[in-house]
């Protein structure tokens, strides 16, 4: 493997390996890096995309689980509203698999079981199955997740996080919408029941921060509750979790650096939501990234962060503001949370 390349891209998820997708493409000499030894494992997300995303890729049926008509949001005094919001529910190994593959059949270069050290200059420093190594890259995209070292080479890190705790366990009998739960006890987030088949992503958000916080004490509790409304079987077989970067995006561009997805605070303040963003900024960092390596003019990188913030910007934005009143009016729940869920229409006045 050539130890000069155009484009270092740091983190193989949706967001990195969409980059190396529209970098290859261009004809860019493409270095793909992950820590993980197996892409896509373990999953870290509640897998839910909503069918606008689905129209603007190509995602094999291998990838779907199952399709949902809406969510279900459900108040902490147990009232209910139901939305319909088409969406499906992947399976993140498989897209996330299929996503880095087909860079690689374009071309990009793939190593595993590697991460960043450091950088200097156009010099960075992997370490590679335990081994390091210095490589040479004209431009580095920092697609490595909410706690980004891609990110604090340029000081620019996410600090608000919420924490996700998740279980996959068994449904008592299909569902054909997500559903999400609102409890005082869920500071700054919500629960979710998301439904795989005969499985359910079952898990809870909560921000980061909170004294006392138990998380696996909250999502033993909220699985007990869901057993009890016959919704689930509580023998949870896989369990997972991770941050939630919440406050909103970052300065993408520096130099000759660029952040996507997560490590941009690309994720939705409200929602957590990321796989969107992280798939279509991915696509604009590796076209751009390719554009200014032939045109050899870092400046240009400075059209991704242009044209990524014409599509997402105002919501983050407006997410980011909700979540402030979110937050600041938790006693309140009830009452606030129409303004504040992004399934009701106060949320958009």
């Not at 839910?48 to 279900?72: A, E, F, T, W």
């Not at 949870?236 to 605070?265: E, H, M, Q, T, Y």
């Not at 240009?300 to 503001?321: C, G, H, P, T, V």
Request: hydrophobic share 35%; aromatic share 8%.
């Amino acid at each position: 493997m050539q130890h000069h390349h155009d484009i270092l891209i740091v983190g193989a998820g949706p967001a990195g390996s969409s980059a190396a997708v529209a970098a290859a493409k261009n004809n860019a000499k493409v270095l793909l890096i992950d820590k993980k030894k197996i892409i896509g494992e373990p999953v870290q997300c509640a897998e839910y995309v909503p069918r606008l995303l689905i129209s603007k890729i190509d995602v094999s049926s291998s990838c779907i689980s199952q399709k949902v008509d809406g969510m279900k949001t459900y108040m902490s005094n147990s009232e209910c509203f139901e939305t319909r919001s088409p969406g499906y529910i992947l399976h993140r190994d498989i897209f996330d698999k299929e996503l880095v593959k087909k860079a690689v059949d374009f071309g990009a270069d793939l190593c595993l079981n590697a991460e960043c050290i450091s950088k200097n200059n156009d010099k960075v420093l992997i370490k590679e199955k335990g081994k390091k190594r210095v490589i040479t890259s004209k431009i580095v995209i920092g697609a490595d997740g909410p706690c980004s070292t891609v990110g604090s080479w340029i000081k620019c890190e996410n600090t608000n996080f919420l924490v996700g705790l998740q279980y996959k366990v068994p449904l008592v009998s299909p569902l054909n919408f997500t559903k999400v739960y609102f409890d005082k006890r869920f500071f700054g987030g919500y629960g979710w029941v998301f439904p795989k088949d005969k499985y359910a992503n079952v898990g809870i958000g909560v921000k980061q921060g909170k004294p006392g916080l138990n998380l696996n004490n909250l999502l033993d509790s909220f699985t007990r509750f869901l057993e009890e409304k016959n919704i689930i079987k509580n023998t949870p077989v896989l369990k997972n979790g991770g941050l939630i970067p919440c406050g909103g995006f970052l300065n993408s561009v520096k130099d000759n650096i660029v952040l996507v997805g997560d490590a941009a605070g690309h994720t939705h303040p409200i929602t957590g939501g990321g796989i969107s963003q992280a798939v279509l900024c991915g696509r604009i960092a590796g076209k751009t990234a390719s554009k200014a390596v032939n045109e050899d003019d870092f400046s240009i990188l400075n059209e991704y962060k242009s044209e990524w913030q014409s599509i997402f910007a105002d919501e983050l934005n407006r997410a980011k503001i909700k979540r402030e009143l979110f937050e600041a009016s938790w006693n309140d729940l009830d009452n606030v949370i129409r303004k504040c869920w992004t399934t009701f229409r106060e949320y958009y006045e």
